[in-house]
């Protein structure tokens, strides 16, 4: 059986020479930003203004700052 998805995942657009108008509905003055949490990352995608079709366009993501859990093969070295 098929879970409910709540929050369905970015669909992923290839940036061809510029992206900022929306491949679904084609609302062309940008996208908002949006982040989500991946472990100690937070992935940023897009959500379109006119339609919240979600896109990402590829790896973009950077790091929480959270400190990392203790982890003995290096905080003992
Ligand atoms: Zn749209």
């Given at each position: 059986m098929r879970e409910k998805e709540k929050t369905p995942s970015p669909e992923n657009v290839r940036v061809e020479e510029?992206?900022?108008?929306?491949?679904?509905?084609?609302?062309?003055?940008g996208f908002h930003v949006a982040f989500r949490r991946r472990v100690r990352e937070l992935v940023v995608f897009l959500i379109c203004p006119s339609c919240s079709a979600r896109f990402s366009v590829g790896e973009w993501n950077f790091p929480t700052g959270e400190p990392r859990p203790y982890d003995p093969t290096i905080d003992d070295a």
């Open positions: 510029e992206l900022s108008s929306c491949p679904r509905c084609g609302y062309e003055t």
